[in-house]
Nanobody
Framework: QVQLVQSGGGLVQTGGSLRLSCAVS????????MGWFRQAPGKEREFVAS???????SYADSVKGRFSISRVNAENTVYLQMSSLKPEDTAVYYC?????????????WGQGTQVTVSS
C-alpha cells in the first residue's frame, strides 16, 4: 500500500510564500505521476499542478507563474513551492499519486494540509 504524508502549509499574509511537501512510501515512487489539488470551503476539489516521472509539469491557469511543482525521486518526495499567495489560494491542499499498470489505475491521496492566506 502506498502512503502519502504531507507537511508544510499554515497561515501566511498576501504576497507571502509557503512550501508544501509530500513524502511517498514504497519503492515505486518514480513510476507515479504526482499532483497537487486543493479544496476551498464550499467548493469542489480542483487541480493545481502535476509532474510526470520525466519531470514534465502542468499547472492550473490560476497558479501559473506563482507556483512550482518539483520532485526528488531519490527522496520519494514531491514539493509545491507557492509564491505571491493570494487570499483565493486559501484551501486544503492534497497531494496525489497516480499511475496505470496493465490497464489498472491506482490513485492515492495525502491527508491534506490547510493553507490560509490573510488579506
Amino acid at each position: 500500500q502506498v502512503q502519502l504524508v504531507q507537511s508544510g502549509g499554515g497561515l501566511v499574509q498576501t504576497g507571502g510564500s509557503l512550501r508544501l511537501s509530500c513524502a511517498v512510501s514504497g519503492r515505486t515512487f518514480s513510476s507515479y505521476e504526482m499532483g497537487w489539488f486543493r479544496q476551498a470551503p464550499g467548493k469542489e476539489r480542483e487541480f493545481v499542478a502535476s509532474i510526470w516521472s520525466t519531470g514534465m509539469t502542468s499547472y492550473a491557469d490560476s497558479v501559473k507563474g506563482r507556483f512550482s511543482i518539483s520532485r526528488v525521486n531519490a527522496e520519494n518526495t514531491v514539493y509545491l513551492q507557492m509564491s505571491s499567495l493570494k487570499p483565493e489560494d486559501t484551501a486544503v491542499y492534497y497531494c496525489a499519486a497516480d499511475r496505470w499498470v496493465i490497464g489498472i489505475r491506482s490513485t492515492y491521496w495525502g491527508q491534506g494540509t490547510q493553507v490560509t492566506v490573510s488579506s
